[in-house]
């Protein structure tokens, strides 16, 4: 589910029009529908909790013909791509589309997050300042 979240909507739409023509219909259960979560946060990582502020995510639920039901929450507002990553969470229970979906969409989706992650660290790296002190003698 984490891959699922986090690829790009561009990402997940060309894999899913990929299987366009095997995948099995998915029934909605619920939604896709947009609301809010309230992101808390503790100052210093370990003091009091305090409400930080609120996030617009999109969450769907289907199931497949086979009885299978897939989740999807996704933080922004894109609902099309909410309800695909709801459907190949219901294709990824199944026996026959497991290792498709781990070698097609997963697989790479971890790859490309990790990438992204390893390239934020390089710019950071490249911006980190090093203070020091100085010593001074006494006079």
């Known amino acids: 589910m984490n891959a699922l979240a986090l690829a790009p909507r561009g990402f997940l739409k060309d894999r899913f029009a990929g299987f366009a023509n095997e ?7 619920r939604g896709p529908e947009v609301g809010l979560v309230m992101l808390r946060g503790r100052a210093g990582g ?13 969450r ?29 969470d219901a294709l990824w229970q199944t026996h026959a589309w497991r290792e498709r979906i781990e070698a097609e969409v997963v697989t ?15 710019e950071t790296e490249a911006t980190r300042v090093d203070f020091f002190t100085v010593a001074r003698g006494e006079d």
């Open 46 to 58: 370990g003091g009091a909790a305090f409400n930080l502020g609120e996030a617009s995510v999109c």
């Open 108 to 122: 790479p989706a971890l790859a490309a997050d990790a990438e992204a992650l390893e390239r934020r660290a390089e």
């Open 23 to 29: 995948v099995p219909t998915a029934l909605s259960v």
């Open 60 to 88: 769907a639920t289907v199931r497949l013909a086979t009885g299978e039901v897939g989740h999807a929450m996704i933080l922004g507002r894109d609902a099309e791509t909410t309800r695909i990553a709801a459907h190949l």
